[in-house]
């Protein structure tokens, strides 16, 4: 048994990628490990998960500003005692280092979107990330990538040489998607003023990055019939620029089909997703891309852009299109929505492909390279 000092400071909000990251990856490691959480007060209430071997330590919310943030996590290791722990581990590594590793660290880093879509962050985000974030992971004794194309990305945009990195892909809970209460999904339905056969996005509503803009002008050109039995369902919370968003959504012809309901909640997402027709996926850049997963879970067939993780993670159980391109999003849906086989297809591969993603794997891969770092520094 490991002990280990983690950093749950990039959790921002319940719902995003790296909150859900870091709540599964430290369950699964308080199984045979002791960890230290550190974690503002105020996403304290949020932590659900519960373990004799989890110590969560409080920290002000007056840190939760980026830059104070920032500042107190590259200064951390002068004021904390650190060598009670066996090694750190910083899953946020996008967002939060240390100066200096006074233990062995792992990094998990997700993505690099910063370098792929224009506008992604604004200058001070730019800053940090394209100037000291690279300085910092130097240090770093081990880099875990979610994906080849984060690691391609770190050794392209960072110089870190690839076999510095380790790739680490995230783990997936596939029992959470399946519908153990059937009959509460009628009800759920009704709260959301859906019925059954959407076309489904799952994602913040951001402008550019998630191209919302961009799927609503495929989906426009999508044959009348079509749509009149698949309106386009686009569930998350409004984010970067999602006024650009809506209000093209408003001034469509089909704005009567654009439905947007807001966040649901976890609990809520297996009904989405059980539900749909069709999961479409047109982000412009995703570190990982879990709703794949969860699409396939749930047995809908998905088809999602060839930028990026996307096509590393759907394997042979996704059809890809080209982001930038209406007509290739649209031949994309329509060739799934008017063709049987290929839909029933899709849905049998995407059964295979969830069961290769495991938290506990993910755990194992943290902890056989600080193994492995101990062995090799020994």
């Known amino acids: 048994m490991y002990k280990i000092l983690c950093s749950g400071m990039g959790f921002y909000n319940e719902g995003s990628g790296v909150f859900e990251y870091i709540r599964d990856t430290v369950e699964n490691l308080c199984r045979h490990h002791r960890v230290d959480l550190l974690l503002l007060s105020r996403d304290i209430p949020l932590f659900k ?5 989890l110590k969560i330590i409080p920290v002000p919310d007056k840190l939760g500003k980026p830059w104070l943030n920032w500042l107190w996590h590259l200064f951390l290791p002068f004021n904390m005692e650190m060598n009670s722990y066996d090694f750190i581990f910083l899953p946020a590594g996008n967002r939060r280092l240390f100066w200096s590793y006074p233990r062995p660290t792992i990094v998990t880093i997700h993505d690099l979107a910063q370098f792929h879509v224009r506008g992604e962050r604004r200058w001070l985000k730019n800053f940090l990330l394209r100037r000291l974030v690279p300085h910092l992971l130097k240090k770093v004794q081990v880099i875990m990538a979610i994906s080849e194309s984060t690691r391609n990305d770190l050794s392209r945009f960072y110089g870190i040489p690839p076999e510095r990195i380790t790739v680490n892909y995230n783990g997936f809970d596939s029992a959470r998607y399946y519908s153990d209460s059937g009959k509460d999904e009628p009800d759920i339905l009704n709260k959301l003023k859906l019925s ?3 076309i489904l996005y799952v994602a913040r509503i951001e402008h550019p990055v998630k191209n919302h803009i961009t799927l609503l002008k495929a989906y426009e050109q999508l044959p009348d019939w079509l749509k009149k039995s698949h309106p386009l369902v686009c569930a998350g919370s409004l984010w970067h620029n999602w006024e650009k968003v809506v209000n093209y959504a408003e001034n469509s ?12 909640p976890d609990d809520w997402l297996p009904c989405l997703y059980h539900n749909a027709s069709l999961y479409v996926f047109p982000s412009l850049y995703e570190g990982f891309g879990f709703p794949l997963l969860e699409a396939m879970s749930c047995g809908i067939p998905a088809v999602c852009s060839n930028r990026s993780s996307l096509p590393e993670i759907g394997g ?43 938290w506990q794997k993910h755990v194992d891969n943290i902890i056989g390279a600080y193994e492995r770092h101990i062995k090799d520094h020994s």
């Open 49 to 53: 998960v519960k373990s004799a071997n």
């Open 196 to 198: 059954p056969g959407y």
């Open 253 to 264: 012809l089909d704005r009567e089909r654009l439905i947007f309901p807001g966040f649901v």
């Open 316 to 358: 042979n159980a996704v059809i890809t299109f080209d982001p930038e391109s209406p007509e290739s999003i649209k031949n994309a849906m329509q060739s799934v929505l008017t063709d049987p086989v290929l839909k029933n297809n899709l849905i049998s591969k995407g059964y295979s492909r969830k069961e290769e993603f495991s």
